[in-house]
């Protein structure tokens, strides 16, 4: 319905060559870039955040071998190296969103173990332990929910860098295989367009921009309103 008033209301053709709608097409592939950006955002926090409790809690051994894997991806040059991972295994969206995921936890993992760091220092951990909890109950109930708001900031802010990421990945047709509107892809099958009908290429990348500026807002937003509480 919306794509069909703006039609009405827009002076400019909004079909492609093959008579496809551009404009439904944009707002379908809305989905299919925000929803995977989420996805990363949520496996990649699980993961970063188990191996950041784990390691901050634990110290020692485990905390530095913990700590130099995640240094390892880390300093690794990660477009690069998800690039030739996608490559290598093929086009489609899931070997993208795992590409990405692999070099994506390690922050949160950092992140996690700061925090971790900071409240096991506090004398509440100590009379728990001295209470005899259990380190499971340690961990889910005591160090865990402490560090969720710090989680919670940091992915709100790193929904923009992968909308980012996967419309450069969609856009290098190393996304899901056409037909599928992704936005960073409809904007390079268009590029040929640019001198004639600007706006076929252009549409779909003003909105791959409102999208991370969406969603760099609504992570400034929270992360105000955490400092608040």
């Not at 905390?63 to 690794?76: A, N, S």
């Not at 795992?98 to 993992?109: D, M, N, Q, T, V």
């Not at 609504?218 to 105000?224: F, S, V």
Request: glycine share 8%.
């Amino acid at each position: 319905m919306l794509s069909f008033v703006v039609k009405k209301c827009w002076p400019f053709r909004l079909t492609k060559t093959i008579g496809r709608d551009l404009l439904s097409r944009v707002l379908y592939g809305i989905r299919l870039t925000w929803l995977p950006s989420l996805l990363v955002i949520v496996v990649g926090a699980i993961i970063g955040s188990a191996i950041g409790v784990i390691s901050g809690a634990s110290g020692g051994w485990v905390d530095t071998l913990l700590q130099r894997l995640t240094d390892l991806f880390l300093v690794l040059p990660s477009t690069l190296i998800a690039l030739a991972v996608v490559a290598a295994l093929g086009r489609g969206l899931f070997n993208t969103l795992a590409a990405i995921l692999i070099f994506w936890w390690p922050w949160y993992s950092r992140i996690v173990r700061g925090e971790i760091k900071a409240i096991t220092a506090q004398s509440h951990i100590e009379a728990a332990r001295l209470a005899g909890a259990s380190r499971w109950r340690l961990y889910t109930r005591y160090l865990l929910p402490g560090a969720i708001p710090a989680v919670l900031v940091t992915a709100t802010l790193d929904v923009a860098n992968i909308i980012l990421v996967l419309s450069l990945f969609s856009f290098l047709g190393l996304g899901a295989p056409a037909p599928a509107p992704e936005l960073g892809a409809m904007t390079a099958r268009t590029l040929d367009s640019l001198t004639t009908f600007w706006w076929l290429p252009i549409l779909p990348a003003v909105v791959i921009f409102l999208l991370a500026l969406t969603a760099n807002l609504a992570g400034d937003g929270i992360r105000e309103a955490m400092k608040s509480v």
